[in-house]
């Protein structure tokens, strides 16, 4: 699948246009300030329902926009075709379209377009807080998996119930309630987490190998509750901790990973671009594991290769070369062939 068509109105600086795409490479350069990051945030938007920059909606509207549109065209290569849109106003909630009807939850609608996005300060996945590796790893898992992003909704709308009680200090019928519905949820994400981590491990370690060929990198999922463990039992055990801090402690919303280099913790001991190619390699291993689900991704990439070598960034394009379609932003074009767009002032222009 490829993207074949944008259309962008009211959307941060970017004038109202509509712009058709090579299924191989689009290069988008310019200068600073123009757009360019805008056009990558429109497509991640159309894809996924909301921007990699902000959760407020609010400010990807242009100056003095009252609401933005996007809308797009997918294409196969067996010609099959796919229509999609997001609509926002301050007025109304969001509201998303795919084939003309509309989907009532962006959870619905996110990963009917498989992006992979690579941007320049990726290394906060390496380096950040559990909070950032967890939220790369369910968005992974997600552009793969409908049923678990169904499962990971279910799993957080029922742990603001407990929380809630717990906060009110509910009873331990009340919990025990809403902790057996949390156990099955629980159960069900851990299973499909390692599932998929098996494959993206082995994806990761291939592709660190390629950009850091004298380290060792490995590795290592750290879950908050083991495999052992029985988790309605650990539920039960915790319950009189938790209603002091009015929130569950313990559960897969609470698991990490982490990356070792030469058997130490990277985001320790690594230096800045040993965490930058790092956090390279889990974006890419991230698009491999969707390849090799069949789902051919949608990279893009906003001036990744800014801090990388000559020989790094020579590999990053070998590695992504005909494995899917790119969309690449820089102040300069990157010497790819591929369908060109000049950025300037928000205005898009085929060149």
Same mark, same amino acid.
């Given at each position: 699948?490829?993207?074949?068509?944008?259309?962008?109105?009211?959307?941060?600086?970017?004038?109202?246009?509509?712009?058709?795409?090579?299924?191989?490479?689009?290069?988008?350069?310019?200068?600073?300030?123009?757009?360019?990051?805008?056009?990558?945030?429109?497509?991640?938007?159309?894809?996924?329902?909301?921007?990699?920059?902000?959760?407020?909606?609010?400010?990807?509207?242009?100056?003095?926009?009252?609401?933005?549109?996007?809308?797009?065209?997918?294409?196969?290569?067996?010609?099959?075709?796919?229509?999609?849109?997001?609509?926002?106003?301050?007025?109304?909630?969001?509201?998303?379209?795919?084939?003309?009807?509309?989907?009532?939850?962006?959870?619905?609608?996110?990963?009917?377009?498989?992006?992979?996005?690579?941007?320049?300060?990726?290394?906060?996945?390496?380096?950040?807080?559990?909070?950032?590796?967890?939220?790369?790893?369910?968005?992974?898992?997600?552009?793969?998996?409908?049923?678990?992003?169904?499962? +990971?909704?279910? /799993?957080?709308?029922?742990?603001?119930? *407990?929380? =809630?009680? &717990?906060?009110?200090?509910?009873?331990? $019928? !009340?919990?025990?309630?809403?902790?057996?519905?949390?156990?099955?949820?629980?159960?069900?994400?851990?299973?499909?987490?390692?599932?998929?981590?098996?494959?993206?491990?082995?994806?990761?370690?291939?592709?660190?190998?390629?950009?850091?060929?004298?380290?060792?990198?490995?590795?290592?999922?750290?879950?908050?509750?083991?495999?052992?463990?029985?988790?309605?039992?650990?539920?039960?055990?915790?319950?009189?901790?938790?209603?002091?801090?009015?929130?569950?402690?313990?559960?897969?919303?609470?698991?990490?990973?982490?990356?070792?280099?030469?058997?130490?913790? +990277?985001?320790? /001991?690594?230096?800045?671009?040993?965490? *930058?190619? =790092?956090? &390279?390699?889990?974006?890419?291993?991230? $698009? !491999?594991?969707?390849?090799?689900?069949?789902?051919?991704?949608?990279?893009?990439?906003?001036?990744?290769?800014?801090?990388?070598?000559?020989?790094?960034?020579?590999?990053?394009?070998?590695?992504?070369?005909?494995?899917?379609?790119?969309?690449?932003?820089?102040?300069?074009?990157?010497?790819?062939?591929?369908?060109?767009?000049?950025?300037?002032?928000?205005?898009?222009?085929?060149?």
């Amino acid at each position: 699948m490829w993207l074949a068509e944008l259309a962008v109105s009211g959307f941060r600086n970017l004038a109202e246009q509509r712009l058709e795409f090579d299924p191989r490479a689009n290069l988008i350069f310019g200068p600073n300030g123009g757009g360019k990051t805008n056009l990558l945030e429109a497509v991640a938007v159309l894809a996924s329902g909301r921007s990699f920059r902000t959760l407020q909606d609010s400010q990807l509207l242009g100056f003095e926009a009252t609401h933005f549109r996007i809308a797009g065209k997918a294409k196969s290569s067996k010609d099959k075709e796919w229509s999609a849109r997001v609509y926002f106003s301050p007025a109304e909630r969001k509201h998303y379209f795919f084939d003309r009807r509309e989907i009532a939850k962006r959870s619905l609608y996110a990963g009917w377009l498989p992006v992979s996005v690579f941007l320049l300060d990726d290394r906060r996945v390496v380096a950040g807080p559990p909070a950032q590796r967890r939220a790369f790893l369910d968005d992974a898992i997600g552009k793969v998996s409908r049923t678990y992003r169904f499962l +990971l909704a279910e /799993f957080r709308r029922v742990l603001l119930q *407990r929380n =809630a009680l &717990l906060s009110r200090n509910g009873s331990d $019928a !009340e919990l025990r309630v809403w902790d057996k519905r949390l156990a099955e949820l629980a159960g069900e994400i851990r299973w499909r987490r390692s599932e998929y981590w098996q494959n993206f491990k082995t994806h990761f370690e291939q592709m660190s190998r390629c950009f850091l060929p004298a380290d060792e990198i490995r590795l290592g999922y750290l879950p908050n509750v083991g495999g052992k463990e029985n988790y309605l039992e650990v539920l039960a055990r915790s319950r009189e901790t938790e209603r002091q801090v009015g929130y569950t402690r313990r559960g897969p919303h609470r698991d990490d990973f982490r990356i070792l280099l030469n058997s130490r913790p +990277l985001r320790v /001991f690594g230096s800045h671009g040993e965490e *930058r190619l =790092a956090a &390279l390699a889990l974006a890419l291993a991230e $698009a !491999e594991t969707a390849l090799a689900s069949g789902r051919r991704p949608i990279y893009l990439m906003d001036d990744v290769a800014a801090e990388l070598d000559d020989r790094n960034t020579r590999l990053l394009f070998d590695l992504i070369r005909s494995k899917g379609q790119l969309f690449y932003a820089s102040a300069r074009p990157p010497a790819v062939e591929g369908r060109r767009f000049h950025v300037r002032q928000g205005k898009i222009r085929p060149v």
